[in-house]
């Protein structure tokens, strides 16, 4: 009698964790964390996926690609957003934790924009005179065509993609102008030139609202362009990039129903209606 | 006098009755003109207060915030270049088989005398497993390491130290037929300094750098890879016999390829330099011995695929402090000992390929495949221990050159659903490949330091979070069996036969 009692204890509990574990299971939570370049697109494709499977959460935060790559490594995060490609030393670390490379999800195009205040008469800008700017070798607009006046330069802190991809990219490698202002995300960035009339920044072209976009040209001999969808789909737009998705291994189950999700035609109709480009 | 004082205090009095009028006045206009005044200011603040703080005093006050911001940013940008890290590793480990193999002692001036247990291992078990089990203890609770490592790291340079500190060192592992001494176990002091070293980046490509200082030897793969990644709680025999402690003191030269560079620069990597030779201690000779490695990093990010692998070389010398120097005779299977130069350079000669492969697996996780071989065409060592010596100058004790080899393969599989690995390692160390088993013989004057040793080792690791993860490790270790001669012999007859040293390890690592 005792002892049926105790199997009867026993196999209640089970019972009790085994449909605890279904509920849990059931109900599925996917964590996002990284790109603040994407934080409002994985934000807008978050809320659309809830509502369409609302059995599934999708938890979205900032931080920056590097913070969300990190995430990745530590495992506190599913998938990371990252407006830049990982490096070979993160690479590294998921290598010895996890034995994998990272799966790299190509999930939009961006025309890495370049502001200015909208009273600055200045329209177009060289990628040598970005670097020039960057750099601090050129500290006064009219060395561009502007008013006689200093150039205010407006950045990323070191742990977002964009910071990376620009400092890459159109610095070629070097460090930027000990003169730059760090901000914290790139509406930070259009909010200071915005009030700044001597101010240029750069960022994701989804942001740029209410201040100017200078056309960027190739060499000082090329056409300018802004970063429109005509210019960054010819591949005329200068500064370029991918927008990415990581995840430690293949994903399954729910993550790539979610990842599937975000290539499909709505998921990238989400693309387009941030402002960014569909990668299809 | 006292008419005077009262003549005195007249005017006294009447100044002060001449003003009470006058300055009830006074007070009565005042509080009128404050009432009035304050009513103006009443009017102005209400007004003020409508209208908002002016465009003016708001710009001012972010002007101020923004220098406030400037002066954190710069002060938190300087801190931000300190970086500290570190891990706990706290272990409970036992001997598999204690009652009835390890612990019987048998030596005559042992009171007990056979068949009783006396708490004295008869053989020195689990020096290769975290450190050699004292007499008397079957099991232990141990902290392994606890390591606290601070960097500074500027855009082009680096400053590191690492510490371990823990209250006891566990002690050098050592091959010996007679070491069942209980003091290897408890020697050295609590702290000790692990790395200290300065490192400086070329500007240009920003791959290129200069190392100096005392860090692990760039030699192979698993030296490197840190304890605190590493699957199995210890490194491979071979690696704690021929490099223990890791690192060595001396300056190199390394091609770690930055981001920014091609993709064909991003294939290969190098380490290579000059070093004491003698671990953390001090330089005492002139010679420096030569530690390299040639590394290829081939990645197929595609099929998830990675490849990396290296070849790796160690040419030095060791300074002999005795002028017998004992040379292994292939042919007549025993060591032949000659007179030289005291103070004669020997040959420390290692060469060693590695590889690691790197797959995700669908569902379960990614799997990793390592492996890596060393040879020692020349090994210095002294005839129970075929250990390197600390010091760049050997002991007083005649020299026995010998030529070994080993390797270890091991697979590690991520089991990513349940935050898990698990581990499979088989490793193997012959420090003597010019003999085997049965030719070690009582009249080849060859010891337990002869012997080959191999070790499977399999486990589990779970990792709790980002921070702590828990290793249970099973070392299945396997000794070369040596000749029946050496039944009566007091120290070589356990090793007719496979010895009982099996250790199980249990770990939790915190690290931060």
Same mark, same amino acid.
């Given at each position: 009698m005792k002892k049926s009692l105790r199997g009867s204890y026993i196999i209640g509990i089970c019972a009790v964790l085994l449909i605890g574990f279904i509920v849990y299971a059931k109900k599925t939570a996917i964590t996002v964390k990284g790109s603040d370049t994407m934080v409002i697109l994985a934000q807008r494709w978050a809320e659309k996926y809830m509502g369409k499977y609302p059995e599934t959460t999708v938890q979205v935060t900032g931080g920056g690609s590097g913070v969300g790559i990190s995430a990745l490594i530590n495992g506190t995060t599913d998938v990371c957003n990252a407006s830049r490609p990982m490096k070979g030393s993160e690479r590294d670390k998921l290598k010895q934790r996890y034995n994998s490379l990272g799966v790299e999800i190509k999930v939009a195009k961006d025309g890495l924009a370049v502001y200015v205040n909208e009273g600055n008469p200045v329209e177009q800008l060289s990628l040598d005179q970005l670097y020039a700017i960057y750099t601090g070798a050129l500290t006064n607009w009219s060395e561009v065509g502007g008013p006689d006046a200093k150039i205010i330069v407006y950045g990323r802190e070191n742990s977002s993609g964009t910071y990376v991809y620009f400092r890459d990219f159109v610095l070629k490698g070097k460090d930027y102008s000990p003169l730059m202002q760090s901000l914290p995300g790139t509406a930070a960035v259009v909010n200071a030139v915005a009030k700044d009339p001597m101010g240029i920044g750069y960022g994701g072209a989804a942001y740029g609202k209410g201040i100017k976009f200078v056309k960027v040209q190739k060499d000082t001999q090329s056409q300018g362009y802004t970063p429109t969808a005509e210019a960054v789909k010819a591949g005329n737009y200068p500064i370029t990039r991918y927008l990415y998705l990581y995840t430690r291994s293949r994903p399954t189950g729910d993550l790539k129903q979610y990842i599937d999700w975000i290539l499909s035609d709505e998921g990238q109709s989400v693309v387009v209606d941030v402002g960014y480009f569909p990668v299809r | 006098m006292r008419t005077i004082a009262l003549l005195l205090m007249i005017p006294f009095v009447f100044m002060l009755s001449a003003q009470e009028p006058g300055s009830a006045v006074d007070e009565q206009y005042q509080d009128n003109a404050a009432i009035q005044s304050e009513s103006v200011r009443t009017e102005e603040a209400k007004k003020a207060e409508a209208e908002g703080p002016s465009v003016e005093e708001l710009k001012a006050k972010l002007n101020g915030l923004e220098e406030s911001y400037l002066e954190t940013k710069s002060t938190v940008d300087k801190l931000s270049k300190i970086k500290i890290s570190g891990y706990i590793q706290a272990q409970f480990r036992t001997v598999?088989? !204690?009652?009835?193999? =390890?612990?019987k002692d048998t030596s005559a001036s042992n009171a007990i005398g056979e068949g009783a247990f006396s708490g004295k291992y008869k053989y020195a078990v689990g020096d290769f497993a975290g450190g050699k089990f004292a007499d008397g203890s079957r099991n232990l609770f141990q902290m392994r390491r606890a390591r606290l490592k601070v960097a500074y790291e500027a855009k082009l340079t680096q400053g590191v130290v690492q510490f371990d500190i823990l209250p006891f060192t566990v002690g050098n592992a050592v091959t010996s037929a &007679? &070491? /069942?001494? +209980?003091?290897a176990f408890f020697n050295g002091s609590g702290v000790t300094v692990k790395d200290a070293y300065l490192r400086f980046t070329e500007p240009w490509l920003k791959s290129i750098a200069v190392k100096a200082g005392? *860090?692990?030897? !760039?030699? /192979?793969?698993?030296?490197? *890879?840190s304890s605190s990644m590493r699957e199995s709680p210890e490194r491979s025999r071979i690696f704690q016999t021929l490099f223990p402690g890791e690192r060595d003191m001396g300056v190199s030269l390394e091609y770690i390829p930055a981001d920014n560079l091609p993709a064909w620069a991003q294939y290969f990597n190098f380490k290579a330099g000059a070093f004491v030779g003698n671990g953390i201690n001090m330089e005492n000779d002139n010679n420096r011995d030569i530690i390299g490695r040639f590394g290829l990093a081939l990645p197929f990010n595609d099929i998830n695929l990675a490849i990396d692998g290296g070849f790796s070389g160690y040419v030095g010398k060791v300074t002999a402090l005795n002028d017998t120097i004992a040379e292994f005779d292939a042919d007549a299977k025993k060591f032949v000992k000659q007179t030289r130069y005291k103070y004669d350079d020997l040959d420390r000669k290692y060469l060693g390929g590695d590889v690691q492969i790197y797959y995700d697996l669908p569902v379960i996780g990614g799997i990793c495949l390592r492996g890596e071989f060393i040879k020692a065409v020349a090994q210095p060592g002294v005839s129970d221990n075929n250990g390197s010596p600390k010091s760049n100058i050997a002991n007083s004790k005649p020299t026995y050159m010998r030529e070994c080899n080993g390797f270890y393969g091991m697979v590690v599989q991520n089991i990513n659903p349940i935050n898990s690995q698990l581990v499979f390692k088989y490793d193997v160390f012959d420090p003597n490949i010019d003999i085997e088993g049965d030719d070690?013989? #009582?009249? +080849? /004057? #060859?010891?337990? =330091?002869d012997l080959k040793y191999s070790t499977i080792g399999f486990g589990a690791v779970y990792h709790w979070d980002e921070n702590v993860k828990f290793i249970a490790y099973y070392d299945r270790v396997m000794n070369e069996i040596v000749n029946d001669d050496f039944v009566h012999s007091s120290s070589m007859k356990y090793y007719t036969e496979d010895l009982q040293d099996d250790v199980f390890t249990f770990r939790i690592q915190y690290k931060f």
């Open positions: - | 598999v088989d !204690p009652d009835t193999i =390890a612990m &007679s &070491s /069942g001494s +209980t003091s005392v *860090y692990d030897r !760039p030699f /192979g793969f698993e030296i490197s *890879y070690i013989a #009582l009249a +080849t /004057g #060859l010891n337990a =330091a």
